[in-house]
Structure formats: structure tokens, C-alpha cells
């Protein structure tokens, strides 16, 4: 029998569950064609999934293991240039990968993100008082002005990044998750950002601070076969924008769930649900993250019915994965913080899992419930049909999110 046709995958991601479902109706481990032509296979199905999170026989090294990178077919011309020319954990794979995670692992344990509790909790406190000069019934666009700025505020000081330069070292980023973006825009996106990224480096090396940017320059300078030059730059890059799009889109996603789900926002405010069953519950139902980074299969490998060829391309689908219903049942697409279990792999699993993790979800935590506390009669200002997704497929969240935080007055 013949396979079925990719399911082309819309750079706008304009409905990436409407098109996660097309592709599940393919198979749990389907072809899918990326912007620039180039194919894929997609994995949609959580157990599938998880086996191959944590599958030795899947590279990220797209240098080393994509075949049509490394023979050249894939080139500048490639709109996703931008994630394949980074090195950092999302481009490298086995003692390289090992050595880049040990070495920034460490400042994201459990107990190291506990001792940032007060640094989060002073973000968010500020970015609600600057909230609270505004009018009352005023619009305020609630992703520009809180679900942004918390996580970057806490990254870019843990990274020691100036107040002056924050804006365009995290709008590398930024452009990177647009794939709507040309090959050219990508490319010189990724130039750009990597000559901005060496001079804050260079700036750090001449007047090192408390931060963890010149703890990775000091353990460079130490011993050199730590981290190239080379990584030190992709790593930061990763380290910026992974610690603030994703939980930006938390933040926004679970905003939004609630505020369009009034009885579970009453659950939540009888204590019939907590904090932690709305974090995991968004996680689940909207995986802030859906459907990155690559991997490559380093040896022919039977999945899910097909077989993926040694040098081929995968991608896990975050946002279908959270969805399936062999373990959701036929409520999968609902949001429902009472929901039991609420697995998903929206933070990946196995040796790649997120680092970020802890900290993510206690910023999630710190934040949402401040907002919902500061701001009672908080509401969405459009109705919620036209809310627009962000423009992304691998990334799911909303373009703008504009809400009343007091109520108009009379
Ligand atoms: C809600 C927020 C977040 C979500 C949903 C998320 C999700 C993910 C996912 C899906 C992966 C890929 C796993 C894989 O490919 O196997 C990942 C990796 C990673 N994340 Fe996060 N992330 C979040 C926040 C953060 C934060 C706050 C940081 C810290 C700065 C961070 C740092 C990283 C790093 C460094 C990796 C690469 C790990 C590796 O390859 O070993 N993330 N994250």
C-alpha cells in the first residue's frame, strides 16, 4: 500500500492541533514536510514518543547524522537554518552532548532554583506594580507586559545581562521560532545574533560578574576542552530564549485557558484544584513547546509500523503527544485541571529532558498566582476566537494576549 502523502506542515502554525490531528490520521510516526520542501517524520503517539526520548539510537547532531545536511542538500536555503547552525545541547549528541549538559545542569538544580525563589518573586511583584498605574477597563496586552518580561527578567539576571542590552539579545530568539521568516532573513538572523552574543562574551571575559554567563567564561578559560568558543555562543543563545518563550507561552497559554474556562478558574479559587493542576494540565493540553528540536536516526530504526531510515530527520510532536487519546481518553482535547494524571512530555524525557524544568514551573507557579490574586475580575478584552496563535509551528502560543485587569469604569 502506498504511504500517505507528508501532511505539510504550515509555517504560520495557524492551528497546530487541527494539523497535529491530520497527521496522526497518517499514522503515530508519519512523513511531514517542513517549510523549504524538506521531509520529516513526526511522532504524535506519547508512548512512541517517550521510548524514543530516551533512544541512544537518535542523534540532534544534525552535522554528524542528517544526511541531507551533511551532503549538502540542506543548506542556507533552508528557512529552519537557524536550529541547525546552533551548537549547543539541541545540536549534539552523545560525550559532546554529555559534556555541554554537565556543565550548565548545575545551576538548575532543584536546590539552586529554590535559592532564585525571591529573585522571581521580586519580577513578578514589580511588573504588577507597574501594571497597577494602569487605567481602570484599560486594554493592557497582558504577553508584552507580564508573560515576557517575568521569565526574561529572571534569565537575563541569572545571566547578568544589562538592563540596555536585553531586548536584542533575546529578540535573536525571538526571530528564530518564526518560521515564516525567509532562508536569507534566518540566516542573517542567526549572523547577527551570533556577532551580538560574542561581544556581550567579550564584555563578560574583561569585567566578569556574579552570573552564571561568567561562571561558563571562567570554567572556558579554566580548561578549554570544556567548551569551544563556538558553544559558549550557542549555549547562551539556548539558555536565553529557552528560559523565556516556553515559559512565556506557559504563562500565556494557562492565562488564557482559565479565563476562557470560568469553571475551572472557580475550581481553582475554591481550592478544588491547585496552581500546580493548572501548570500541568496547560503543559498538557498546550505544550508551550510543540514541535522541536530535530533529531536523526543514526542507524535504520522500525517505529510505529514504519521504518525511519539511518540520516532521516524526527520530529516528536509535543502538542499531539500531550493529546493522544489512547491516554486521555475522548476528553483529550479538553482542558481540565481535575483531570487525574495529566501526563505529558511537554518537557522532553531522558537524558535531553529540560533543564529549565524546576524553574519553570516555579515561575509558572509564582506567577499565575500573583496575577490571579493582584487582579480578581481579571478578563480577556476580545472574545477568545480571536486570539491568534502565534506565528510558529514549533512553538504554541498566542500572538497577543489583551485583557481587562479591573473593570471598566462606570
Ligand atoms: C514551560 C517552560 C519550558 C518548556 C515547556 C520546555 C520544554 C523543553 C523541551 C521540549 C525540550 C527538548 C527536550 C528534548 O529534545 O528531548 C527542552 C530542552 C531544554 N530546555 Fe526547556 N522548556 C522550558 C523552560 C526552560 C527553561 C526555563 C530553561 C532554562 C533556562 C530551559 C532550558 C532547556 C535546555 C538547556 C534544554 C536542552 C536540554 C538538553 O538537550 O540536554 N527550558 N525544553
Not at 80 to 89: E, H, R
Not at 93 to 110: E, I, K, N
Amino acid at each position: 500500500m502506498e504511504p500517505p502523502a507528508p501532511v505539510v506542515i504550515d509555517p504560520a502554525g495557524r492551528d497546530i492541533h487541527a494539523e497535529a490531528a491530520r497527521i496522526r490520521a497518517n499514522g503515530p510516526v508519519s512523513r511531514i514536510e517542513l517549510p523549504g520542501g524538506a521531509l520529516a517524520w513526526s511522532i504524535t503517539d506519547h508512548e512512541l514518543a517517550r521510548q524514543s526520548l530516551a533512544d541512544h539510537r537518535f542523534s540532534k547532531d544534525p552535522r554528524k547524522h542528517w544526511t541531507d545536511f551533511a551532503e549538502g542538500r540542506i543548506g542556507e536555503d533552508f528557512p529552519l537554518i537557524g536550529w541547525v547552525l546552533m551548537d549547543n545541547l539541541t545540536t549534539s549528541y552523545g560525550p559532546d552532548h554529555t559534556r555541554l549538559r554537565r556543565l550548565t545542569s548545575s545551576a538548575f538544580t532543584p536546590r539552586r532554583v529554590e535559592a532564585m525563589r525571591a529573585g522571581v518573586e521580586k519580577a513578578v511583584a514589580d511588573l504588577l506594580d507597574e501594571l497597577d498605574s494602569c487605567e481602570p477597563g484599560e486594554v493592557v496586552d497582558l504577553k508584552a507586559r507580564f508573560a515576557h518580561p517575568v521569565p526574561a527578567r529572571v534569565i537575563c539576571d541569572l545571566f547578568g545581562v544589562p538592563a540596555e542590552e536585553r531586548a536584542h539579545l533575546l529578540r535573536g530568539g525571538e526571530v528564530n521560532v518564526d518560521t515564516t521568516i525567509t532562508p536569507e532573513e534566518s540566516a542573517a538572523n542567526v549572523e547577527q545574533w551570533h556577532r551580538e552574543m560574542q561581544e556581550f562574551i567579550d564584555a563578560k571575559r574583561r569585567n566578569p560578574g556574579d552570573d552564571l554567563t561568567s561562571d561558563l567564561v571562567q570554567a572556558q578559560e579554566e580548561d578549554g576542552s570544556r567548551l569551544t568558543d563556538s558553544e559558549l555562543v550557542g549555549t547562551l543563545h539556548l539558555l536565553l530564549a529557552t528560559g523565556t518563550e516556553p515559559v512565556m507561552n506557559l504563562l500565556a497559554n494557562a492565562t488564557r485557558a482559565l479565563l476562557t474556562h470560568p469553571a475551572q478558574l472557580a475550581l481553582l479559587r475554591s481550592g478544588a484544584v491547585s496552581w500546580s493542576d493548572v501548570i500541568e494540565e496547560t503543559l498538557r493540553a498546550e505544550a508551550p513547546v510543540a514541535h522541536l528540536p530535530f533529531r536523526f536516526a543514526v542507524e535504520d530504526i522500525e517505529l510505529g509500523g514504519v521504518t525511519i531510515a539511518k540520516g532521516e530527520p524526527v520530529l516528536i510532536n509535543f502538542a499531539a503527544v500531550g493529546r493522544d487519546r489512547t491516554v486521555h481518553g475522548e476528553s483529550a482535547d479538553t482542558f481540565d485541571a481535575t483531570r487525574p494524571g495529566k501526563e505529558h512530555l511537554s518537557f522532553g524525557h531522558g537524558v535531553y529532558r529540560c533543564i529549565g524544568m524546576p524553574l519553570a514551573r516555579m515561575e509558572a507557579e509564582i506567577a499565575l498566582s500573583a496575577l490571579f490574586g493582584r487582579f480578581p475580575d481579571l478578563e480577556l478584552a476580545v472574545p477568545a476566537e480571536d486570539l491568534a496563535p502565534q506565528v510558529t509551528f514549533i512553538m504554541n502560543g498566542v500572538q497577543a494576549l489583551p485583557v481587562r485587569l479591573t473593570p471598566q469604569a462606570r
